[in-house]
């Protein structure tokens, strides 16, 4: 019996252990498989903690953005008229930088003088070169080369103020666009239908009540005969008189006066028989662009009739 039961505690000891043995290793194993998780968040927590590297961009990409800002740019600088032109803009002032003057020059001597005008307005560079003294003989080149019979300089104008009188065609009253046909030549001016009842009668006593003595005697004041509520009658310019006015009012001398007088006398005089001039060739001017039109209407009337 003694070893029988010596037996059974061997066997009950050795069982013991084996139960120790399994425990600790599966509390082993327990404690390892929840330790892996935590080791999987930490690496994940490390890999969200790396900066990302930016993928590099192809060239190809980056000259597209790089020619579309630039072509915004240019869009926003770019004036609202120009917007719309076709072909390579600025080539106007390319040719007042890099062509030599004396093929520029050659040039223009083919034009006429409202092209020279808008050239004027193109750029810096050609405007300064066609409002220089230099260039003096291209505008009196650009004149002869029109038809018919057109005036002179005259004194009291330089070359591009007189072409803006010949040709601009805008009001210099209210500066309204669009077609203005009535020059008043004498007082060096276009105006429009609106703007000419503003001009006072020549004879009127409220505008030669501030006008010296000596003005009445002597044709210094310039008028014009203009058509207004269907009659003809003499006008005079208000800006003009208080001019001449201020220039007499200035001289202190009676010999002085007497000398400005009999000067401005011969100048209205000249000034006068110019603007007659200057009218014949701007109705003949008129008249034969009304027969061009009657033309070219004739010929499209031909024209629909044989269709």
Excluded at 35 to 52: G, K, M, S, V
Excluded at 133 to 158: A, H, M, Q, V, Y
Excluded at 258 to 264: E, M, N, P, S, Y
């Amino acid at each position: 019996m003694t070893r029988q039961s010596h037996r059974i505690k061997e066997r009950r000891g050795s069982s013991g252990d084996c139960d120790m043995l399994t425990v600790s290793s599966t509390s082993t194993s327990s404690n390892g498989a929840l330790n892996e998780p935590d080791n999987n968040f930490e690496a994940e927590e490390h890999e969200e903690a790396r900066p990302r590297k930016r993928a590099k961009k192809s060239s190809s990409n980056e000259e597209y953005q790089s020619t579309g800002s630039s072509t915004k740019k240019m869009k926003r600088r770019m004036p609202e008229n120009f917007r719309k032109v076709r072909g390579k803009l600025g080539m106007l002032e390319r040719l007042a930088k890099d062509v030599p003057l004396d093929v520029i020059f050659e040039i223009f001597c083919y034009l006429d003088p409202s092209d020279l005008l808008r050239l004027a307005r193109t750029s810096n560079d050609l405007r300064g070169i066609l409002m220089s003294k230099s260039s003096e003989s291209i505008w009196c080149t650009t004149r002869s080369n029109l038809e018919g019979f057109l005036p002179p300089l005259p004194p009291d104008l330089n070359e591009p103020q007189y072409a803006h009188l010949l040709y601009e065609s805008h009001c210099h009253v209210c500066d309204r666009k669009g077609r203005c046909d009535t020059v008043l030549w004498s007082f060096r001016m276009r105006c429009c239908k609106r703007c000419i009842v503003k001009f006072p009668r020549f004879y009127d006593q409220k505008f030669r009540a501030s006008l010296p003595s000596e003005f009445e005697d002597h044709e210094i004041l310039p008028k014009e005969c203009v058509y207004v509520s269907q009659q003809y009658r003499d006008v005079g310019n208000f800006q003009i008189a208080a001019r001449l006015c201020a220039e007499f009012e200035a001289l202190e001398n009676p010999e002085d006066r007497d000398a400005w007088i009999v000067r401005k006398t011969q100048e209205r005089q000249t000034i006068t028989a110019h603007a007659q001039q200057c009218e014949a060739w701007h109705q003949a001017r008129l008249n034969e662009q009304t027969n061009k039109l009657n033309d070219i209407r004739n010929q499209r009337k031909k024209q629909s009739s044989i269709d």
